[in-house]
T-cell receptor
Framework: SQKIEQNSEALNIQEGKTATLTCNYT??????LQWYRQDPGRGPVFLLL?????KEKRKERLKVTFDTTLKQSLFHITASQPADSATYLC???????????FGQGTTLQVKP | NAGVTQTPKFRILKIGQSMTLQCTQD?????MYWYRQDPGMGLKLIYY???????DKGEVPNGYNVSRSTTEDFPLRLELAAPSQTSVYFC??????????????FGPGTRLTVL
């Protein structure tokens, strides 16, 4: 079945370092991947979208890549801050309905 | 704009009871979605709609029903609640303009417990 997988182990890093989160997909080819941030008790909030014909997208301290050969997207937060601590969700989409298949999310903890 | 609103925020149901989770968006989005999120898990799509009068099943539709009579509202109905339906439910909407980012805008969620 179509699947998106993220590292379920929490990622702990020191403030100021770059956080790198991984999203792998199997048994399908998403036309685009989206990254969302979710804080405890809240709904996900959109961060970035990257399409299959784009290698890299940037927004302020955020960077996302899309490697169709490795079937993987990497999400980077540079100069991380404690306020970046949250769960980050990767979702893959295709077709014209906007439906997304989500991974289980990776929790990032940035320590001061 | 209020965005996507969901009611109630919390609810406890007994096994076999029914309820409707309400979802309303004021962004004039054609696409709407219902997800459930179990602890430590990602979002699973229950049902979705691409416009008023049009609905379709997602990954986990069993035990749920939806309707979409207006662009703004997309209620989710649980019939004969079961403990397996204990979860946090999120409603989301998305513009259907292909020139947009296909971003989904999520509501704050409804936390449902079935005992």
């Amino acid at each position: 079945s179509q699947k998106i997988e993220q590292n379920s182990e929490a990622l702990n890093i020191q403030e100021g370092k770059t956080a790198t989160l991984t999203c792998n997909y199997t048994n399908y080819s998403p036309a685009y991947l989206q990254w969302y941030r979710q804080d405890p008790g809240r709904g996900p909030v959109f961060l970035l979208l990257i399409r299959e014909n784009e290698k890299e997208k940037r927004k302020e301290r955020l960077k996302v890549t899309f490697d169709t050969t490795l079937k993987q997207s990497l999400f980077h937060i540079t100069a991380s801050q404690p306020a970046d601590s949250a769960t980050y969700l990767c979702g893959g989409g295709s077709g014209n309905t906007g439906k997304l298949i989500f991974g289980q999310g990776t929790t990032l903890q940035v320590k001061p | 704009n209020a965005g996507v609103t969901q009611t109630p925020k919390f609810r406890i149901l007994k096994i076999g009871q029914s309820m409707t989770l309400q979802c309303t968006q004021d962004m004039n989005h054609n696409y709407m979605y219902w997800y459930r999120q179990d602890p430590g898990m990602g979002l699973k799509l229950i049902y979705y709609s691409v416009g008023a009068g049009i609905t379709d099943k997602g990954e986990v539709p069993n035990g749920y029903n939806v309707s979409r009579s207006t662009t703004e509202d997309f209620p989710l109905r649980l019939e004969l609640a079961a403990p397996s339906q204990t979860s946090v439910y999120f409603c989301a909407s998305s513009p259907s303009d292909r020139a947009s980012t296909d971003t989904q805008y999520f509501g704050p969620g409804t936390r449902l417990t079935v005992l």
